[in-house]
């Protein structure tokens, strides 16, 4: 006779500690299934890109020898999820399945079908919040209804009660027996087959060891700074925590709670380091799980209807320049060399070279959320689509039409000793600082002392950023006039 076990089915979740699903399991006091479920067609159109499923091979074996040390193991299953999830029941008898939610429309609706077709079987099927301070349905206006803008969002955040401490690492995790049988990770072919990772091997850490000792560096060395320093790509100011919580090696309150430890070492006052701006950071995620769960037509439509009138251009040797860090602009090929190469790219940046492609190239922000989507390491669906409807203007509490980066004024601004773009655009290195951002400019003398070849060794800029801006701001001045028919660019 087959006694009783509990499946606790891992996604965005790969941690023991703070991981409400497993801790449930735990504390039943029976066998403990850890099981992880490939089935990306489940989340179409939006599975996971090439460079997210490189991370996810990585943090599957770091799971996978994390469980270990506890004597346990992590089985492995391909989809569909159901249908795993039912053989597995049947292999082992398990009466019990766990899991931490998700928020994504397509794993919304695949959850409740499992949910539902498990409960009919008489399973025990529970879920939790493993992932944000505060659940969707749980923030709403005085109206009753969601937020449309970050502040008033977050400072109702806020006025809730702190979140509770982190969940401890369980001591033991009863296993079952015999195990039943695993795919091993390789077999999931995670991995490209070409080899454009070296970047990311070299860049990162995946799992939950090399969350932590981010989160430690950027206290140690970051936090004190991070007003200031968020903005410089050229400096080490920001936490790099977004892979790592995309992934769930780290939560939330795990963050939290450790500022809060963190501030109170140095006899910070709470109300400082809660309203301090790397938290707010913390905040905006919530918001766009907000978003996304409230308004999950805007990973493809804006949420400003009005937006749909918007005349995008179709010009797919611009969107190759922009993809590949050849546009003649140096902070934004910067950005996109960086991107490709480590799987990620500085906020700040993220923000100019979205501009550029939105308002100087006039590519739709659809374009540009692909290519995160694909190339990002933290591509996360609800922070993917906030930040490219805000660059557009076209989502909740999105920038102002008529706010167009400067590539140029930004890459001074921000990276005012050229050590970012002297970095990924090493072409451009031996510029002087006054016209490292501005190549195009610069007198022969200058360039050929550099040895840059405008056209041959780094390219002149495809558009004009002072013409751009005029016609961008026309086309936008249009959509808000509703007798304005549509046009085509």
């Given at each position: 006779m087959m006694t009783k076990a509990s499946i606790v089915w891992f996604r965005l979740d790969l941690r023991l500690e703070d991981n409400p699903a497993l801790d449930a399991a735990v504390r039943?006091?029976?066998?403990?299934?850890?099981?992880?479920?490939?089935?990306?067609?489940?989340?179409?159109?939006?599975?996971?890109?090439?460079?997210?499923?490189?991370?996810?091979?990585?943090?599957?074996?770091?799971?996978?020898?994390?469980?270990?040390?506890?004597?346990?193991?992590?089985?492995?299953?391909?989809?569909?999820?159901?249908?795993?999830?039912?053989?597995?029941?049947?292999?082992?008898?398990?009466?019990?399945?766990?899991?931490?939610?998700?928020y994504e429309p397509a794993v919304i609706s695949r959850d409740r079908r499992i949910e539902d077709a498990l409960s009919t079987q008489g399973l025990r099927v529970e879920s939790f919040n493993g992932a944000l301070l505060h659940e969707p349905w749980t923030v709403q206006n005085q109206s009753g209804k969601p937020f449309q803008v970050f502040t008033p969002f977050w400072r109702h955040c806020l006025m809730k009660p702190a979140p509770d401490e982190p969940l401890p690492l369980p001591r033991t995790i009863p296993t079952p027996k015999p195990w039943p049988k695993s795919l091993e990770v390789k077999?999931?072919?995670?991995?490209?087959?070409?080899?454009?990772?070296?970047?990311?091997?070299?860049?990162?850490?995946?799992?939950?060891?090399?969350?932590?000792?981010?989160?430690?560096?950027?206290?140690?060395?970051?936090?004190?700074?991070?007003?200031?320093?968020?903005?410089?790509?050229?400096?080490?100011?920001?936490?790099?925590?977004?892979?790592?919580?995309?992934?769930?090696?780290?939560?939330?309150?795990?963050?939290?709670?450790?500022?809060?430890?963190?501030?109170?070492?140095?006899?910070?006052?709470?109300?400082?380091?809660?309203?301090?701006?790397?938290?707010?950071?913390?905040?905006?995620?919530?918001?766009?799980?907000?978003?996304?769960?409230?308004?999950?037509?805007?990973?493809?439509?804006?949420?400003r209807s009005d937006f749909k009138r918007f005349p995008w251009r179709k010009n797919a040797a611009f969107l190759k320049y922009w993809q590949q860090g050849l546009t003649g602009y140096p902070i934004v090929d910067a950005g996109m060399r960086e991107l490709w190469t480590t799987g990620w790219m500085h906020n700040r940046v993220r923000m100019i070279v979205a501009s550029f492609l939105v308002k100087d190239l006039l590519l739709s922000w659809q374009d540009g959320a692909a290519w995160f989507w694909d190339t990002l390491l933290d591509a996360d669906l609800a922070q993917n689509t906030l930040g490219w409807q805000w660059t557009a203007g076209c989502g909740a509490d999105a920038a102002p039409y008529f706010r167009v980066f400067n590539p140029t004024n930004q890459g001074e601004k921000f990276d005012p000793c050229g050590n970012y773009v002297r970095h990924w655009c090493p072409e451009l290195r031996r510029l002087p600082d006054f016209w490292l951002h501005k190549p195009w400019k610069a007198s022969t003398d200058v360039l050929a002392h550099a040895g840059v070849e405008l056209g041959r060794t780094y390219p002149r800029p495809i558009i004009s950023h002072a013409i751009a801006r005029e016609v961008a701001l026309e086309a936008f001045s249009k959509i808000r006039d509703p007798n304005s028919p549509p046009r085509t660019c």
């Open positions: 039943r006091g029976v066998a403990v299934i850890p099981l992880f479920i490939h089935a990306p067609e489940e989340e179409s159109p939006w599975q996971p890109g090439s460079a997210s499923l490189w991370w996810l091979h990585q943090s599957l074996e770091a799971l996978d020898a994390e469980l270990h040390t506890s004597g346990s193991k992590l089985v492995v299953r391909q989809g569909p999820s159901l249908t795993a999830l039912q053989r597995l029941i049947k292999e082992t008898g398990a009466d019990a399945v766990f899991w931490n939610r998700r077999a999931l072919k995670l991995e490209p087959k070409t080899n454009w990772t070296a970047g990311m091997k070299a860049t990162w850490r995946p799992g939950t060891a090399g969350a932590q000792t981010q989160l430690q560096r950027f206290l140690r060395e970051a936090l004190a700074t991070y007003n200031d320093d968020r903005n410089r790509p050229d400096r080490t100011g920001t936490s790099r925590l977004s892979p790592y919580l995309h992934f769930g090696e780290i939560t939330p309150r795990q963050i939290w709670h450790g500022v809060r430890r963190h501030a109170r070492g140095k006899q910070i006052p709470d109300t400082t380091w809660q309203t301090g701006q790397f938290l707010t950071e913390v905040g905006w995620r919530e918001f766009s799980h907000h978003l996304l769960y409230h308004f999950p037509h805007t990973t493809e439509e804006p949420l």
